[in-house]
């Protein structure tokens, strides 16, 4: 889940705990499994990371592939 740059700190939490809980129900979780994902929640912190890695992984597979943006 993203949100707008310089969403109020108090916002991300309520969201984050919001979808940590829906996360949480086994119907949720069974419905993720039965589309072949595993819902995990985490922390706002956590996920940034998660990005961060993403963003810096692909970046590199595209300029070893010679992709360049339009």
């Not at 119907?27 to 961060?52: H, Y």
């Not at 590199?60 to 360049?68: D, E, L, P, S, Y």
Request: overall charge positive; charged content about 20%.
């Amino acid at each position: 889940m993203f949100a707008p740059a310089r969403t109020p700190p108090a916002v991300v939490k309520a969201l984050n705990a919001g979808a940590n809980k829906t996360l949480g129900l086994q119907e949720v979780r069974a419905r993720f499994l039965s589309e072949g994902v595993e819902a995990v929640g985490g922390t706002p912190e956590a996920f940034a990371s998660l990005v961060r890695q993403d963003v810096k992984k692909w970046n590199a597979v595209a300029a070893q592939a010679g992709i360049k943006p339009e």
